[in-house]
């Protein structure tokens, strides 16, 4: 017989913020006094996908059971995105994966932006034969799939994992660092770099969302943490937000933010990995319509490089001025370091593991990622 065991704030790991919904509990990565400062559509969903999250158990359990609603997204014309992942770890090592075809479905027109959502069924991801024994074990919740929590069933008693010491690192930037085109939750960058450097992550990687928003900032500074990172540009540029005049401040604005609560702490600013659409050429970024005609999802830039003189911003341009802010703040703050995009991901990389979309990198370039971000990182 299983034991039904109410799933609670204790229970979880990577949330911010956890809503009760009509169906069950809604994690969430942004605090809700933050969520009501932003009525953006791509934040809303980015936040409530829970890249990171995961629920942490100590149990002698053999089966565990996970009914959840996730929300799917499709795109008329693209081929279906795969179904998120359910990542089951064991004592630390990845054991078992699962999948689920149920839940609510929103289909995004790319073309004219219309959305129509169908509701769907809750399901139950199952994992059975986990060792007879006491151990630690986590269920990495789909990084790109919003999903309520409704019930966790096992065959025997369950308790939150004990603090076992490791260090928090708190991450925060874009669809990258979110996990775009990872293969799984626990096989995005952050969470690789998190696993290769014994580090409990929590990760603000917010898809299309890194664009030095305040209330981000305050709830990075609000949020307790060993170590922090930032990785800032993408973005910006791809958004178009603002122009060299504007983007200068608004870094050190975030930066200062974060240090009101973590004034001494270890954190590193890193720059865009290395990404030729928007190497030289101005945002705003859109989809390749031509290429979605064939089936295919692909971004382009769509401005001019002329315009850098104006102050448009490229990656180029938003690499040296990462690079002359943390060298001005680091005459105040020796803990603030600078780690270039390019050595996580550069030219050469491009060249033998492309960006599939032009954007984002695949699966294989997740891992590269994160085992150079856990050797260079200094954390």
Not at 227 to 246: E, F, H, T, Y
Request: proline content about 8%; hydrophobic content about 40%; aromatic content about 4%.
């Amino acid at each position: 017989m299983l034991i039904t065991t109410p799933i609670t704030a204790g229970l979880l790991r990577g949330a911010l913020d956890l809503e009760r919904t009509e169906r069950g509990l809604l994690p969430h990565r942004l605090p809700a006094r933050a969520r009501a400062q932003c009525a953006d559509g791509q934040l809303a969903m980015a936040e409530s996908q829970p890249s990171g999250v995961r629920l942490a158990l100590r149990t002698r359990a053999t089966t565990v059971e996970l009914d959840t609603l996730p929300t799917k997204r499709l795109y008329t014309g693209a081929p279906p995105r795969p179904d998120g992942v359910y990542d089951l770890i064991v004592d630390g090592r990845l054991t078992g994966q699962a999948t689920l075809g149920d839940g609510d479905t929103i289909t995004i027109d790319l073309a004219t932006g219309a959305t129509q959502t169908r509701p769907g069924p809750v399901g139950t991801v199952r994992f059975t034969g986990l060792p007879d024994r006491d151990k630690d074990v986590e269920i990495w919740l789909p990084h790109n799939e919003t999903t309520e929590l409704v019930a966790l069933r096992t065959d025997a008693p369950v308790e939150p994992v004990p603090d076992r010491g490791r260090r928090v690192w708190l991450h925060h930037g874009s669809s990258i660092s979110h996990g775009s085109d990872a293969a799984s939750p626990s096989t995005t960058w952050p969470a690789l770099a998190a696993s290769l450097a014994g580090l409990e992550l929590i990760n603000l990687g917010l898809s299309g969302s890194a664009l030095l928003d305040p209330f981000t900032a305050r709830a990075m500074r609000d949020t307790p943490a060993d170590l922090i990172s930032v990785k800032i540009g993408i973005n910006v540029v791809n958004a178009d937000l603002m122009r060299l005049r504007a983007f200068g401040p608004a870094v050190h604005g975030f930066l200062d933010t974060i240090r009101e609560g973590h004034p001494t702490a270890p954190l590193l600013v890193v720059s865009p990995i290395y990404c030729p659409i928007h190497e030289d050429t101005p945002g705003p970024c859109a989809f390749d319509l031509s290429a979605l005609s064939s089936g295919r999802l692909r971004f382009r830039a769509t401005g001019d490089p002329a315009e850098r003189a104006a102050g448009k911003l490229t990656l180029g341009v938003i690499r040296d001025e990462l690079a002359r802010i943390v060298e001005q703040r680091r005459a105040e703050d020796p803990n603030l370091r600078y780690l270039d995009g390019r050595d996580l991901y550069g030219a050469a990389d491009y060249a033998e593991l492309p960006l599939p979309d032009e954007l984002h990198p695949d699966a294989a370039t997740h891992r590269l990622i994160g085992e150079r971000f856990a050797k260079l990182a200094g954390f």
